[in-house]
Nanobody, 121 residues
Framework: QVQLVESRGGLVHTGGSLRLSCAAS????????MGWYRQAPGKQRELVAG???????RYAESMKGRVTISRDNAKNTVYLQMNSLKPEDTAVYYC???????????????WGQGTQVTVSS
């Protein structure tokens, strides 16, 4: 059994910053890709940022230059530093990990519970 636990989001003003974290626990052998998605009301879930096990990153065009994704493999944790936040960044943010379980050859996708980020104008 694997669980992903996200840090609390919050309410920030336009231009503010917020750092999210997501830690995985359980019978983990290794973690491949990690990432963050978000879903605003009435919209589809979309990628914010992703990071491979080798450290390669990718970002949504709308977030480039304003967010940084990083990971701590020793802690099975992924971080999302968000700066210069805008009202349109308001959404529920979900972390994602592709995990290989101990004793299993397959990879499974796991999601965090989601955390609300609200940016006020």
């Amino acid at each position: 059994q694997v669980q992903l636990v996200e840090s609390r989001g919050g309410l920030v003003h336009t231009g503010g910053s917020l750092r999210l974290s997501c830690a995985a626990s359980g019978s983990i052998f290794s973690i491949n890709d990690m990432g963050w998605y978000r879903q605003a009301p009435g919209k589809q879930r979309e990628l914010v940022a992703g990071i491979t096990s080798g450290g390669r990153t990718r970002y949504a065009e709308s977030m480039k230059g304003r967010v940084t994704i990083s990971r701590d493999n020793a802690k099975n944790t992924v971080y999302l530093q968000m700066n210069s936040l805008k009202p349109e960044d308001t959404a529920v943010y979900y972390c994602y990990m592709e995990i290989v379980l101990a004793g299993h050859p397959q990879r499974y996708d796991y999601w965090g519970q989601g955390t609300q980020v609200t940016v006020s104008s």
